[in-house]
C-alpha cells in the first residue's frame, strides 16, 4: 500500500526509522525537501555508509516500486532507457511476409510498438504506475562515464523521453529519485544544481551503536559497544579503505553467528578480514597492533559511558 510522504522532518526521521534507517537530522531535512519540492536528492560519501540504503528504505516505506539503474564504466544510454527486442520483432516480420496481409507501412507500425519495446531502469521508471512513482535509484554515478551523465542530465530535466520509432515519453508524475556517489570522480555541477546534495559522513558512536541496535539486535549490548569502538578506532588508523558501517553490520552479524559475546585479539584476528577488505590493510594488523587498537577502543568506551 503506497504511504503519505512525511509532513515534516520529525515524521521523515519516523519513515526511515520504521526501515531500520538511524539517520540524522540532516538527512532526514534533505530526505524531507527532496520528497516535498519533487527534487532529484545527490547523496555523496564513502563506499559503506548507506547512500543506497537510503532508497531502500524509502521505497518500502513508502509503498513504491524500486527502480535501480547499477552505473558502471561505457554505460550507455540504450542500455539504460530502452531496446528493441531484434529477435521477436525478425519473427514477427517474417510471420507476416508469410501471409502477405501486412503493407511497409503497417508492418512498420507493428514491429516497433509497445510489444516488443524493452523497459529499461529509466524508461520504466518513467512509466505510468497504479502504485505511484516508483523510486529511481542510479546507484554510483562516478563509475559512469561523462556522456552518460550529460545523457543523464537531460533525463532529468524534462523526465521525459524521445524513442524515434516510437514518440515521448512524459512521466506523469516524476519518480523519487536518489542519485548516489561514492567520489571515485567529480560529478558535473551541472547535475548537482538539478538536485538537493548531501554528504554522508560515517557516523559517530552513538549513531552506529544505534544502528547495528536497529540492524543485529541479536548482537549482545557489550558486543555490540566493543564491535562499534573498535571499528571507530579502525578509522583513525591510516588504511588504504576505511570500513564502512556495512562492513561494521557485517562484522557484528558473523560475531553473532560464531556466538561470540565480547571481543578478544584471537577473535579479531580470526575475522579481521570480514571488516577490513584489502590485504595490505589486513597484514598490518599483528597481534600487538590487534591489542593497541583494542586498548584504544575500550578507553573511547569508557570516555563515551
Not at 531484434?86 to 509497445?114: N, P
Request: proline share 5%.
Amino acid at each position: 500500500m503506497t504511504a503519505a510522504f512525511p509532513n515534516s522532518i520529525d515524521e521523515t526521521i519516523t519513515l526511515l526509522s520504521s526501515g531500520s534507517y538511524v539517520a540524522d537530522r540532516a538527512l532526514a531535512t534533505v530526505v524531507y525537501l527532496s520528497l516535498k519540492m519533487g527534487r532529484p536528492l545527490f547523496l555523496e560519501g564513502e563506499a559503506g555508509v548507506g547512500k543506497t540504503e537510503v532508497a531502500k528504505v524509502l521505497s518500502a516505506a513508502l509503498g513504491r516500486r524500486l527502480v535501480r539503474l547499477q552505473c558502471y564504466e561505457g554505460l550507455d544510454s540504450a542500455s539504460a532507457l530502452y531496446e528493441w527486442n531484434h529477435a521477436a520483432q525478425m519473427i514477427a516480420i517474417r510471420l507476416a511476409e508469410a501471409g502477405g496481409a501486412a503493407t511497409r507501412e503497417k508492418l512498420a507500425e507493428d514491429v516497433f510498438s509497445e510489444r516488443f519495446l524493452t523497459r529499461r531502469p529509466l524508461l520504466d521508471a518513467l512509466s505510468p504506475d497504479p502504485a505511484g512513482a516508483p523510486v529511481l535509484l542510479i546507484d554510483e554515478l562516478d563509475r559512469a562515464d561523462e556522456a552518460f551523465e550529460a545523457f543523464l542530465l537531460e533525463v532529468l530535466a524534462d523526465f521525459q523521453v524521445t524513442i524515434p520509432e516510437f514518440g515521448t515519453i512524459k512521466a506523469e508524475t516524476p519518480p523519487i529519485v536518489i542519485v548516489t556517489s561514492n567520489r571515485t570522480r567529480e560529478i558535473h555541477d551541472a547535475l548537482k544544481r538539478r538536485c538537493l546534495y548531501h554528504w554522508i559522513d560515517y557516523p559517530d558512536l552513538p549513531r552506529e551503536l544505534a544502528i547495528v541496535r536497529a540492524k543485529v539486535p541479536r548482537a549482545s549490548e557489550r558486543l555490540t559497544r566493543e564491535v562499534v569502538a573498535f571499528v571507530q578506532a579502525l578509522r583513525k588508523e591510516d588504511l588504504f579503505k576505511n570500513p564502512g558501517t556495512a562492513e561494521t553490520l557485517d562484522w557484528a552479524s558473523a560475531l553473532v553467528e560464531l556466538d561470540a559475546k565480547v571481543l578478544d585479539p584471537a577473535l579479531i584476528g580470526d575475522t579481521l578480514g570480514v571488516v577490513l577488505k584489502y590485504q595490505d590493510d589486513v597484514e598490518r594488523f599483528n597481534p600487538a597492533k590487534i591489542d593497541s587498537v583494542l586498548s584504544v577502543s575500550r578507553e573511547a568506551l569508557k570516555a563515551a559511558g
